[in-house]
């Protein structure tokens, strides 16, 4: 919920999310457990980036189709390195998303594999959302800078979810230790 405009998505508080009209079953409720439980919010945290990149490559597809280039007369998304460009971030948010949705199984099992998969989750959406919104931005040139542009603020939402808790360096600290030293 974008509340005012500036950098990202932690100043601009438009980390706010809604959910109106939706109808969750009873059984879909998250009640306060009786035994210990992982924090399931974690699991969002993912999802966030994965809607930014989704955005963002929806506002590349937009203006890469319209865009035409006086030289050649042809739109943008004739131009072989950015279909190169666009197959490469589209298959990375697929597996992004596809991973994700994954991580979504041990934590609906309360498994001990929750915590490891929700960062990692974190991390490959963080990575995929800055890379989808910089392609947007270098297809968009000069004019996805502008404020009229959707992709200067996709660009700048993308780069606050990878500083968000946990950041980044904090995942991939707690992933690195977990395939690089022994565990207890």
């Not at 991580?103 to 915590?115: Q, Y």
């Not at 490959?124 to 800055?130: E, H, K, S, V």
Request: hydrophobic content about 40%.
């Amino acid at each position: 919920m974008p509340i005012w405009d500036t950098m990202g998505l932690r100043a601009s508080r438009s980390q706010l999310v809604s959910f109106e009209g939706t109808v969750l079953r009873e059984d879909r409720r998250c009640p306060p457990s009786t035994e210990r439980r992982p924090n399931h919010i974690g699991a969002g945290l993912a999802f966030l980036s994965l809607g930014i990149a989704d955005a963002a490559e929806d506002a590349l597809i937009s203006h890469s189709r319209s865009r035409v280039i006086p030289a050649t007369g042809q739109p943008l998304a004739e131009m072989q390195w950015l279909q190169f460009e666009a197959a490469d971030v589209h298959t990375r948010l697929e597996a992004a998303r596809m991973y994700s949705r994954h991580m979504a199984w041990p934590a609906d099992r309360n498994s001990p594999e929750f915590l490891p998969a929700t960062m990692t989750a974190k991390v490959l959406a963080n990575d995929i959302a800055r890379d989808v919104a910089q392609l947007a931005l270098k297809a968009g040139g000069g004019s996805g800078f502008l404020r009229t542009s959707p992709i200067q603020r996709l660009f700048r939402d993308a780069q606050a979810g990878g500083l968000m808790a946990y950041s980044a360096e904090v995942c991939k600290d707690r992933i690195g230790k977990t395939v690089l030293l022994p565990q207890d």
